[in-house]
Structure formats: C-alpha cells, structure tokens
C-alpha cells in the first residue's frame, strides 16, 4: 500500500498541527510560568567576554542575601558579536531589562542617541567620589558631565616574557627600549635547519582580528610617540601616525618580518603560542595570566611594563531598564565593585579592576605577574579610545592596511614607500572622520 | 457564474503567498532601494536623505573594490571549475548508470552540498592548515614546500573556491545526471554507428545539447558564487585564535558596514550594486547561452 | 559451411573484443569515479577521525587519518559545555517549519499560476520573477530590522521570516503542474460538480507528490545550511541555529580543534543521514519537473 502524496501531505499537516499544538503548549506554559514568576524579577548581564561569565554569576551568588527574588541570567558571547546585540537590542527596546558591558567609547553612541539612561544620583556620587575612581576613570564612563555608568574593569598592555628562554640567550632584564624590542627578538628566536624561525622571539599581532591589529599598532606606535587618533584644539580629532613615529612603529614590524624575521603572520601567535612555548614574549592584556594558570601553569614567564605607556581600555557597566528592573540592575552593578568581588575579579579572570583604593595585593602577591599591571613607573603615559562614533571604523580600515603592509615585502627597507603608505591610510582616516564632521585642525 | 467562482477561488488562494511575498520579499527588496539613498546609524531615528552620495563613495572605497574583486574571482573561479567538471562527472555516473555503485557515486558526490556548511568549512580549514594539514603533508610526499595556504593572499582565495566548488559540484551533477538520462538515445546510436567515439559524442552531442542545463547550472552557481558569505567567514576568518588571512567578500563588507560601523544606508547602496551585478550577469548569461541555439 | 562457422567465429571474437573492451573501459570509470567521490568525502572522514583525536594528537605531524588513541573527551565536553542539542533542535524546528511553509505556498501558487489564465495573475507571476533573481543577502537587511519591529529576534520565527517562500519552488510546482497535469483532467472534475478546493487537495497534490518531496528536501536543507540570515537574527546563545552556533564557538580567546571538530561531527551524522534517506525522492523530483525549459 503506497502512500499517497496526500497521505504525505495530510501527515505533515498533521505533523504541522502537532508541531503548532506543542509549540501552543510549551508557550502557554512558558506564559503562566512567567506570570507566576512575576514576583521573581530576572535581569539578564550582557557581556562581550565569555572569561567573565563566571565573575558576573559569583557577584549574583553574592546578592542572594540582599535580593532573594533577582534572578541574574549572564549571556557572554563574542565580542563583535556582543556590540551588535547591543545596538539591534537597544533600537528595538525589546530585550528585557539588562546591565550592559561596553567600552567606553563604544558606548558614547548610544548615550548621544539617548538610548541609554543617566545613572541614578547615588551611583553617579559613588562614581565621582575621587577616593573610588581616579579621573580617567569617571571621564569615560561620562558624557558632557553626566555620569552614565560604572567603571569596571580595563584592558592595559603589558609585556609578557618567556623567562626561560630569556636565559636561555643570555637576556636578565626585560627589554627598556623600542629598539631593544627587535634586538631581543632576534636572539631570542628559535630557527631550524632552513633557518626559518619555529619560535618567534616576539609574537606581534600580524593576522586576526580586525580592529585588534590597529589597537596593537597603536600600543607601538604610542611608545614611539605618535598616536592614530589625536585630538585638535578645537575638540575634533585627526590621524597622527604619518610621520617618524609611524614610520618607526611600521618599519620595526617590517623589519622583524622580513628583514631580522623573527616572525612570520602563519606562525602561531598570541596567548596560546606563548602558552606553547612557540614564542619568548608578546604584549597583551592581564587576562593573559588567568588563561596560562589554567593551560600552562608550568611556564616560566614574568611580566614588564611597556617603554613608554600603554594603552587602557576602560570597559563600563551601563544599564538599560526601568522602574523597580532599574533599581535592581543598578544594585548589581554596584555590587560588582565591592573590594570582596573586585579582588575576586582579579583573582579569577585577570582583567584589572579600575577602583582605587581597594586592597590587591593579597593577589599581587601570589601572582608577581600583575606587577607590572598595577606598579607601573612614574610618568607612565596611557591612551585609550577616543569616544567618537567612527572608531570602529577607522580601526578597521587602518587594520585592513596594516594587513597588507605586513604582507609587502617590497615595504621592508623602504622609508619613502613606508611614508606614503602610511600617508594613504592616514588621508583614508582624515576622510571617514571629515565624513563625520569631526576633523579637526 | 461558474467563471466568477474560479476567479474568486484563484484569487483568494493566491492570497496569502503573495502577501508573505510582499511582506518578505518585496517589501525589504524596495526598502534597500530606498534607504541606499538615505544615511542612517541604526541608532539615530534621523535617516536624512542624501541622494547618491553613498554610491559615490562606494566607488572611491578601497575596500568595496576589494571585496568586488575577491567576489568576483571567486564566483568565476567556482564556475569554471564546476561546469566542466560537473558535466563530465555527470556523463561518467550516467555511464555506470546500471553498475549497483551509481547510487554511491551520487550520494558521495551530493553530500557536500547538503551537510552543514561550517563543519565542512571547518574541516576544510584544518584541511589547508599550514602546519597540521594533511594537504601540506601530502604535498610533502611531492617535495612541494608547506605552504600558507589560509595566509597568503592568492593561496586563500583559492582556497575559498575549492571549497565552494566542492559544494556547489554536488547538485550540478544531478542535474547533468538527469540533463543525460532525458537525452534522446537514437541519436547516440547514430552517432555510434557513424564511428564516433565516446568522447567525440560527449563533446558534439552531449555538450550543445544541455545547453539549457548549463545555462541553469551556471546562473545558480555564479549568483551564489557573488554571495559567498559563510565558506568565507569560517575559511578565511576574522577570529582571534584562528586565523587567517581574511578574505574580504561582498556580503561580509555589506555585513560589516552595517553592523560594525553602524552604516545601513552605506550598505545598502552596496547590496544595490550586488544586485545590478546579479542582474547583469544573468541577462548575459541567458544571451549568450540561449543564442547559440539551444535545443530542448 | 566452414566460411559461414568461421565467420561466427570472427565475430564471436570480435563480440568478445568489443565486450571485453567495454568492461575495460568499465572498469576504468569505476576507478576513476571511486577516486573522485572518496576525495569528496575525504574532508568530512577527517572531521569525524579529528573529533576523537586528542589534544595532542591533534598537534601531531603529520597528520593521521585514523586516530591512534581514539578517545570520546572531545565529544563530552562539548555537550557538556555548549547548548549543542539546544542548537540542532533550533535547526530542526527552523528548517521544518520552513519546509511546511514552502510546501504550502509553493504547492497552491504554483496550482493557481499555472492552471489559471488570468491577467492579474501574469502580472504576479512577472513580480514574483523579478524578484526572484534577487539574492537573499541583497535585502535582509532591512528584512532583519522588519523582524526587529516585530519583536521575533532570536526566535524560531524570526528565523523564519526569511524562509516562508521560495521562489524556485513555485516555478518548479508551476511547471510540474503545467507538464503533468492535464487540463482535460481538471475540466472533467470540474464538470463533474466537483468543488475547486477538492480538486486542489484530491486531484493536483497527488499528483505532485514527486516534486512536492523533491521540493521539501531542497527546502529543508536550505534552511538547515542557511547562515547569514541566522548570524544576524540570532545573538542569544541558545537561540542559535547549528551553523550558527558552530562558527561562533569560542572557548574565551583560542578556539579548541578537536572539540570544534567534535560538535561539527556530531551534526554532520544527522545531516547525513537524511539526506541519505532522502535522496531517491530529490532526484526523482528533479526529474519529474521537466527540467528543460
């Protein structure tokens, strides 16, 4: 007995019904499970960095005592992918109350489109209280004055080094100088028959990523004393890396690759070649010590501030929902900068906490490693994102040529061809900012 | 009375699809149209109007023409290789039509084109890794140097179109399968009776008369070749952790500017010139393949 | 007598020859054929045989095919780590919903487009022909902020707001029904008395059974493999579809081979398999549209 197209098509019907009268169901359910969880109030913590996950749920097992009836979801996804959510969520106001994790200068969008509110008045005093927050600090979380969020943490560069195979080549001190950089990654780099490098003496930011390639840039480039965005008198920003500084910055990645190569962009690169011992030493942020406690707990490595400064990503707790949800939301914030969780934090994830005035060092001194973190010498400069509009942009596009001047040997040795590449992407970042009305004089 | 009654039945069958085509299709189809001419951040409600200016910028922009560039060579390279390929493939399974394997030929051929796309993708990555591939390994057994082959800027690309036309080549062989098994078989006994080899009737029969095979075929291939979005994404990523060199296609720069640098209106004016190269493509494709006398 | 016995005889031979050249040449295609589909599938056989590799054996070189110390970590961490099944339910729930979507629409539209001359209809014929051409990535972006405003991110249905009609699949019913359904037929019915909905339902869908299964294997596995317009709906973690899901995977900053390669495996069995299942009725399909227009 064949079936018939109809029997088919009746029993996907069927199947179809069946599929409506579950889905029916299990939202009906779902619908009177909210209602009667009407008096358990849920906000849901967005992040763009899954290692902080754990952090957000401890502070939420803390807040059980003060409020029995929060229930605290935490959605940590990908970063790109977290400041889409944000910005499709917030436009359409229908993700629910939320505490939202952002940069700083990512978040001035948001606030200038009012789609994020101010801070109520006893956060923004706890914020502005000096004795909490040094002015950096306060500065990116507001706008014209006005306190939006809470600092939590930053991102700050630092360099990591492989001691062992510092002493391996006869290195005791981490390198002081730019130039010294490139000298140490020569000796320190590992080569096989062919003389090609298996171990890079030190692993820079070559591929991956996208804007991540022109922050690192700009961690170089700032020791040298240039910056990609620097800000004019009257307000406005241009692009300041079309000159020695940039030059500098992009012939000692050059160099490294094709000239001294010590490093090549299909070489295993960052944290986990570090972790592999397939590099000596790399900058990065402090989250780099929780992830080798946890995959290499055996390597020898130690930490060193940068030459001159370093760049400081201060990332923001902000908050979107009303009434009782807001005040809720706010508590949790709060709560995240208790010293008990703050010392937590960086105990447990290794992203640096931006309070002043609280106890680390039961953590510094287990782990000398964030050292060069929290004691940076006197005079240590540090920059950070400007909070415009276009800057993802512009970092990504300064990323895309950056890419493939590392991929240009004809570049390497070349100072006038360097200038002029650099000239180009500057004038393209002149443009997107013109584009903005923001180019300054 | 009867007639009245037909025509109210078609129309209101008809209906509801074509109010789910309005609202799904139409309706955003015109709406790129529209908001190519506006700027808008996402964020703001203002969306002012501002003529061509985005097309205008889109010319100048070094990473459009980037992304056309890569777009366009991989759409080509995967038809190139596809078609012919797809055909004789075809032609060699019809032949064996009867052998008890035909059916493993065509499942182990079509599967590539139905199993997800990213784990496939992903095993393709780790496929051209360049220190733990089985590809650099074999080449090694050659004496071929390990290459870069998700680094370098040419190798990536094609990489991207291997994968690709591994994909597509599944589904353009069943159709060539069913094109050969509805060509009229006196013909060949003619043309065997003539003399004609094999090969010789492939080339002088076969060929002209699945024109309007091919012609299908190489439409779908090459418009999903100009959207190739997620064998791009997952080959030639952005990730951190694991790299590659990025492959800057159409869809993911029109993805990017929208969602990342907040340009909707910029976006669209590129998902406009992505369709007016669609377009084009397929009007010419039709001309030439159409021209040349096709036979049903 | 002799001459007529040798002839035979020659042309026994000759008819051996000839077969036993055939068989060569056979035999070669085989071959060639063999080759040809296990390079095809070889990518996928390694993804599986990674899956339950080590770490370390992972990093091995060269690369092995068959796994030394075959070991089911990589699995177990992932579904216990990911909302991997969460995922493939996404997928399965998307995709067959669209397919019953697709089905629907395809099957009357195309009835009504091909056996019904009106001038109205030409006109949304002609529309649904332009639009047609246009590729999905063109307009899903304001399709997306339509969903936005419906409020059905990261649901099941704002999935499906992309996938409710395919455009083929109403050309593809239009002309099966024009090339297998006889007018004469449908005249009779109606004669008859019969109704034009009992048509529809008893006369046209049985006999569009083939393309009708044709066209729900090609609808189910576009949505199953659908990506770009899942990547954009769906940014909660467990609203993610399989494909989505996978590419997004991301233990904090490195991505872990063998477990990527664990979860890819792990949803390659499914797919697999029912498209092996499904294949008769796709090709059947296929060939019962006529494909020559």
């Known amino acids: 007995m064949t079936t018939t197209a109809v029997d088919t098509r009746t029993n996907t019907l069927k199947r179809g019904m069946t599929t409506a009268a579950l889905l029916g169901t299990v939202l009906g359910a779902g619908f009177f499970a909210g209602l009667s969880a009407a008096s358990a109030q849920t906000i849901t913590v967005w992040s763009g960095y899954p290692e902080m996950a754990p952090f957000y749920e401890h502070v939420a097992e803390g807040l059980k005592a003060t409020h029995p009836d929060l229930n605290v979801k935490v959605e940590a996804i990908a970063l790109r992918e977290h400041e889409k959510r944000i910005a499709l969520g917030l436009t359409s106001g229908s993700a629910g109350p939320l505490v939202i994790e952002l940069a700083g200068s990512t978040a001035s969008r948001y606030i200038e489109n009012e789609l994020l509110p101010a801070a109520p008045d006893d956060i923004s005093a706890f914020v502005k209280d000096p004795a909490n927050f040094g002015e950096f600090f306060v500065d990116a979380v507001s706008h014209d004055g006005t306190v939006y969020g809470m600092p939590l943490f930053r991102g700050q560069g630092s360099l990591f080094y492989n001691t062992d195979m510092f002493a391996a080549a006869g290195l005791t001190e981490p390198p002081k100088t730019m130039e010294e950089y490139t000298e140490y990654a020569q000796k320190l780099t590992q080569r096989d028959a062919n003389g090609n490098p298996t171990v890079s003496g030190w692993s820079m930011r070559l591929s991956g990523g996208g804007q991540g390639i022109a922050e690192k840039f700009w961690v170089n480039l700032f020791q040298y004393g240039g910056n990609v965005l620097v800000q004019t008198a009257d307000g406005k920003w241009k692009a300041d890396y079309a000159n020695e500084a940039g030059r500098k910055a992009l012939k000692q990645y050059l160099d490294n690759v094709f000239v001294a190569k010590t490093v090549t962009p299909e070489m295993p690169a960052d944290a986990e070649a570090f972790e592999r011992g397939q590099t000596a030493m790399f900058i990065r942020e402090s989250w780099v010590i929780g992830d080798i406690a946890a995959k290499a707990p055996d390597l020898h490595y130690a930490t060193a501030p940068l030459p001159t400064g370093s760049i400081a990503l201060p990332t923001n707790l902000y908050v979107s929902a009303e009434g009782d949800d807001a005040k809720a939301a706010w508590d949790f914030a709060q709560a995240t900068n208790s010293p008990e969780n703050l010392v937590w934090l960086l105990e447990n994830v290794g992203w640096l906490p931006n309070r002043s005035g609280v106890d680390y060092s039961v953590v510094t001194d287990k782990v000398p490693a964030f050292g060069a973190f929290v004691d940076y010498p006197e005079g240590y400069g540090f920059f950070t994102l400007p909070a415009i509009g276009p800057i993802e942009e512009v970092l990504t596009r300064l990323a895309a040529q950056l890419t493939s001047a590392f991929g240009n040997a004809s570049l390497a040795g070349d100072d006038a061809a360097i200038d002029a590449y650099l000239k180009a992407a500057a004038d393209e970042t002149n443009q997107i900012l013109a584009r903005e009305d923001l180019l300054g004089q | ?296 | 007598m002799s001459e007529a016995v040798s002839d035979i005889a020659v042309e026994q031979a000759e008819g051996a020859r000839l077969r036993f050249k055939k068989r060569a040449v056979d035999r070669l295609i085989d071959v060639v054929l063999f080759l040809f589909s296990i390079l095809m599938i070889l990518p996928l056989i390694f993804l599986v045989s990674n899956a339950f590799k080590t770490p370390q054996e992972m990093l091995a070189w060269p690369p092995t095919v068959i796994p030394a110390n075959p070991t089911l970590d990589n699995f177990a961490a992932v579904l216990g780590q990911t909302p991997l099944l969460q995922w493939i339910a996404n997928s399965l729930m998307f995709a067959g919903l669209s397919t019953v979507a697709i089905l629907a629409t395809s099957a009357i539209a195309g009835y009504i487009l091909g056996k019904f001359q009106y001038k109205t209809l030409t006109v949304i014929f002609a529309l649904f022909l332009a639009t047609a051409i246009v590729p999905f990535e063109v307009y899903m972006i304001p399709l997306y902020f339509q969903a936005q405003s419906l409020g059905i991110l990261n649901s099941t249905w704002g999935l499906l707001l992309g996938y409710l009609v395919m455009s083929f699949g109403i050309f593809l019913i239009r002309q099966n029904v024009i090339h297998s359904i006889p007018d004469e037929l449908l005249e009779a019915a109606r004669i008859d008395g019969a109704g034009e909905l009992w048509i529809f339902w008893r006369i046209v869908l049985p006999l569009l059974r083939g393309a009708l299964g044709a066209l729900g294997v090609l609808a189910f596995f576009q949505a199953w493999t659908a990506f770009a317009w899942p990547m954009i709906v769906t940014t909660t973690r467990e609203s993610y579809t399989i494909e989505v899901g996978l590419a997004l995977f991301q233990t904090g900053f490195t991505v872990d081979l063998g477990r990527l390669s664990a979860a890819s495996a792990a949803v390659l069995v499914p797919s697999v398999t029912l498209f092996i299942l499904l294949r008769r009725n796709f090709v059947q399909g296929i060939a019962s549209t006529g494909l020559k227009e």
């Open chain 2, 1 to 296: 009375m009867l007639k009245r009654k037909r025509w109210i039945f078609a129309m209101l069958a008809i209906l509801p699809t074509l109010a789910i085509f309005a609202y799904v299709r139409m309706y955003p189809i015109a709406d790129t149209l529209r908001l190519s001419l506006h700027k808008w951040d996402i964020l703001s409600k203002k969306k002012p109007f501002i003529g061509l200016a985005n097309f205008q910028e889109l010319m100048g922009d070094r990473l459009f023409q980037e992304a056309l560039l890569n777009t366009t060579i991989i759409a080509f390279g995967v038809l190139i290789i596809t078609i012919p390929l797809a055909m004789v493939i075809a032609a060699l399974i019809f032949h064996r039509t009867r052998s008890r394997f035909a059916g493993f030929y065509e499942t182990s051929v079509f599967i590539p084109h139905v199993v997800s796309l990213v784990p496939a993708a992903m095993a393709w990555k780790w496929i051209f890794d360049a220190r733990l591939g089985p590809l650099n390994a074999f080449l090694g057994l050659f004496g071929i140097q390990p290459q870069a082959w998700l680094f370098d800027p040419v190798l990536s690309v094609v990489c991207v179109i291997v994968l690709c036309s591994w994909q597509a080549l599944g589904y353009a062989v069943l159709i060539y399968i069913v094109g050969f098994k509805s060509l009229p078989v006196s013909l060949y006994e003619a043309a065997k009776l003539d003399g004609a080899s094999g090969p010789q009737s492939f080339w002088y029969l076969s060929i002209p008369m699945l024109k309007p095979i091919t012609l299908y075929v190489s439409v779908v291939t090459l418009v999903s070749g100009f959207n190739v979005y997620a064998q791009a994404f997952v080959l030639a990523s952005d990730a951190q952790g694991a790299p590659g060199r990025q492959v800057r296609v159409l869809v993911l720069d029109m993805l990017e500017n929208s969602f990342r640098n907040y340009r909707v209106g910029y976006a669209a004016s590129e998902a406009v010139v992505l369709l007016a190269i669609v377009l084009v493509l397929t009007l010419v494709q039709f001309t030439l393949l159409r021209e040349r006398g096709a036979r049903s």
